[in-house]
């Protein structure tokens, strides 16, 4: 496939998830959902079985989907607290010589306020990037916009994400534990409990990926002269 929107002049790329990755979205909404419904909600940390967010609240579809859109429409996400290192592990990214690619399911073409709510956030919480992608196929626009040789790692909390992720054949691809994503993931998965441990894990990639990527330059190199 070619890639006409190749850009970085070859630098590897860390795909970063923002809602449940790189902030506390879960405790945020459902917070904001117990003022909403005047409701008690569940505890953020109470294992949710695999069901939709919506059953798990006890609330009916409609209802929630409702809640959502006044969450969105809010500014609420502007907000959002970001996990301890979130700032921190987008710069250390960046000194190592790889591109940070944020990718969202955020639904930017349905809500004029979404884009600049998010890099709001972004800018609010310190956190360094060097391209935004919305929508539910992020990561095979990813891979249409830099070519899969050079993404290094996905970081995402949701399963379906995850395996999306696997499918289009990202190497490194981890899952951001929490309450809602317990059970059923690929072997080939790696959960992180936070960002710290993330970050020691991405640049070893990193690196990784540079001496194979060099490698490969000296091998194509020898056999052309």
Known sequence: MENKFRNGAGKPVVALDIDGTLGDYHRHFLQFAENYFGLVMPKPEKINPGL?????MKISQRDYRDCKLAYRQGGL????????GAGALTQ????EGAE???CTTRPYLRLDNIDPDTRHWLRRNDIE??????????YPELVRQVGVDRIVAVVDDLKEQIAMAHE?????VYLRNQPYNQGLESGLTSRVNDLLGLRRCLLTDIENWRIHHDNGTQQRAHISG
């Open 92 to 95: 250390a990214i960046q000194r």
């Open 100 to 102: 940070v690619w944020i």
């Open 129 to 138: 990037y060097d391209a935004v992608l919305f929508g539910e196929d992020k």
């Open 168 to 172: 289009i054949g990202i190497p490194n």
């Open 77 to 84: 996400k502007r907000w959002m607290p970001a996990y301890l």
């Open 52 to 56: 939709p967010l919506w059953q798990h």
